[in-house]
């Protein structure tokens, strides 16, 4: 980090450790040092945790108070949304190799490769489908023609999957002049922490059938896949899914529903993709299908714990 901003900046910073006392809701969240850059004295603070832009902006105001120099957050990685912010409220911040952020010091340099990559609030399907892969077969490196094949689409479509994964964080994809590839080498533990709140609930809607349906293009899912998995008891009907296509085929929208406080013959769920050809729903999409209210439960609550645990191991 230091070397970096010594070689974008031209300059020679002396570096110490800073240690003094801060208030608890401060404490554990950041690592601090001392940089003394053209005479002037900054603090540098590494976040230990995710923290949120707002958060960011009220304790650089408390830190800056408490012991009145500049404070620079260093981060390692972090979302373009988060640049973005940051940038628009005056956050002195140093994105390690790729951009330094100093308004106190009127400095805002960037390196000129970085790409106008888009904000990241949920990722496409293809992402998605791409993510998920990626931990069941545990790639690690995978190129455009590859990650082409993989998901069956063109290179356009696998570019701009490779720019919402670089928009999540730019250390997933390594670059060398315009030839790009997926680079992975987290833990599966904190690649998953670092991409789900990007992920989205396949579901998009279902059907509550009076009569339950029998045929093998119908893949288990909800709570019905989740007691594939688990130890959860399925609820006294099954839950399916389908694509949009099985939605037209099965004509779906033209059966006879039965009421929320009524028993189904079956639920089936309407969903944007598959993963595979298996009767049940790949487990993470199953993770990220489940309503708020069937997660509150604790049961289920465990049992979805030790089922991501056994998918990142």
């Not at 990626?134 to 356009?156: F, P």
């Not at 009076?210 to 998995?229: F, N, T």
Request: charge should be neutral; proline fraction near 4%.
């Amino acid at each position: 980090m230091k070397k970096y901003v010594e070689s974008t900046l031209h300059v020679e910073i002396q570096q110490k450790e800073f240690q003094s006392a801060l208030p608890l809701y401060l404490k554990g969240k950041y690592d601090l040092e001392k940089w003394q850059i053209k005479g002037q004295s900054v603090l540098v603070a590494y976040p230990k945790v995710d923290v949120g832009v707002v958060a960011l902006e009220k304790h650089q105001s408390k830190l800056e108070h408490m012991f009145e120099m500049p404070v620079v957050f260093a981060f390692e990685t972090t979302t373009r949304y988060k640049i973005k912010k940051m940038t628009e409220k005056g956050i002195a911040f140093i994105l390690n190799g790729r951009q330094v952020f100093m308004p106190f010091f009127g400095i805002v340099m960037s390196e000129s490769n970085v790409r106008d990559l888009p904000e990241i609030e949920k990722v496409s399907i293809q992402t998605q489908k791409f993510i998920l892969l990626a931990i069941y077969h545990r790639w690690t490196i995978v190129d455009m023609v590859e990650a082409s094949q993989q998901l069956d689409v063109s290179r356009m479509t696998a570019s701009r999957v490779f720019d919402e994964l670089e928009g999540i964080d730019p250390n997933l994809i390594s670059k060398e002049g315009k030839y790009r590839q997926f680079y992975q080498d987290m833990e599966l533990k904190r690649f998953w922490k670092r991409v789900q709140p990007f992920l989205f609930n396949p579901v998009i809607r279902e059907y509550r059938l009076e009569q339950e349906l029998y045929d093998p293009v119908l893949k288990l899912s909800g709570i019905s896949a989740l007691s594939r998995y688990t130890m959860i008891n399925d609820n006294n009907y099954p839950t399916f899914s389908l694509t949009r296509e099985g939605e037209k085929w099965f004509r779906l929208k033209e059966r006879f529903q039965v009421p929320k406080w009524e028993s189904p013959g079956c639920i089936v769920q309407i969903v944007k993709y598959k993963l595979d050809e298996k009767d049940v729903m790949d487990p993470l999409s199953v993770v990220l299908s489940l309503s708020k209210k069937e997660k509150a439960d604790p049961r289920i609550e465990e049992e979805i714990e030790k089922l991501i645990q056994r998918v990142l191991e």
